[in-house]
């Protein structure tokens, strides 16, 4: 396991604090031997970030600022990546977001803004983030989206989101094709309901999770280290012949019919 990404170069987009799933990715990978860069959005987010890095005892790690809004810092990002590694191995990319009222009441009141900021930030940033990408991607590599099961099912609350999310899974089968002939492979991690300071955001997340952990096969929550571990195998050399998957880790919720 300590070797899996050894002399792995490895962005990880989407860390905002201690309990962000990118964050618990990055701690695996960093066990595994991979080399780390970062982006963040706001000197907030940075400070976060460094104080974790200094915490967690990472060496040589990179921080880049990245609007995903903006093209034009997407490829300054992967220009900046380019100087610092040559090569890019892999791609973690955990980053979504919505108006918090967007995250509540009915999906029929969904606003045009908030249902066009969700899919630009949630859903196109990953097209934009693999078209920077690839030509770092010079011996093949790996590109891992983070999703959840209300990108194919109806989740109450979730609403804008569960449909940025079904862009974002669509997305991932779409950039597998694409990409496949150049070794580069896409995948999803579709994670149960983790306590992340944006989940939060949405309302009756409590109760959401205590269904959850009830119905779940395996009677419990999904702990994030759970979930870098699968993102683990899908940058890992394990998962060579592995594409357009959306792996779930979510204790077998996804089966259950009521």
């Known amino acids: 396991m300590s070797t899996l990404l050894k002399d792995k170069n490895i962005l990880i987009m989407g860390v905002a604090n201690k309990w962000s799933i990118a964050w ?30 200094e915490q967690e005892g990472m060496k040589d790690v990179l921080l880049l600022s990245c609007d995903v809004t903006k093209d034009t810092e997407i490829e300054n990002t992967f220009d900046i990546l380019r100087g610092e590694f040559e090569t890019l ?33 949630s859903a196109y940033s990953l097209v934009s983030v693999a078209k920077y990408a690839k030509p770092l991607m010079l011996n093949g590599g790996s590109i891992v989206a983070l999703t959840y099961l209300g990108g194919e099912r109806v989740v109450k609350n979730y609403n804008v989101m569960g449909v940025a999310k079904a862009a974002l899974e669509a997305s991932v089968k779409y950039l597998a094709h694409d990409l496949g002939e150049e070794n580069i492979r896409v995948n999803a991690i579709s994670a149960g309901p983790i306590k992340t300071l944006a989940a939060k955001g949405i309302k009756d997340f409590n109760t959401m999770l205590k269904a959850f952990e009830e119905k779940t096969p395996m009677k419990r929550l999904i702990n ?3 979930i870098g571990n699968t993102a683990l195998f899908l940058c890992s050399d394990l998962s060579s012949g592995v594409t357009g998957e959306n792996i779930h880790v979510d204790g077998g919720y996804h089966i259950l019919g009521y």
């Open 24 to 53: 618990a990715i990055a701690k695996v990978f960093h066990k595994a031997g991979a080399k780390l860069a970062f982006t963040y959005l706001g000197e907030k987010t940075k400070k976060s970030i460094e104080k974790l890095i």
């Open 224 to 226: 994030t280290e759970e």
């Open 89 to 121: 191995h892999g791609v973690v990319h955990s980053i979504a977001h919505a108006k918090k009222e967007e995250l509540e009441g009915s999906y029929v009141d969904t606003s045009r803004d908030g249902y066009m900021m969700a899919q630009e930030v």
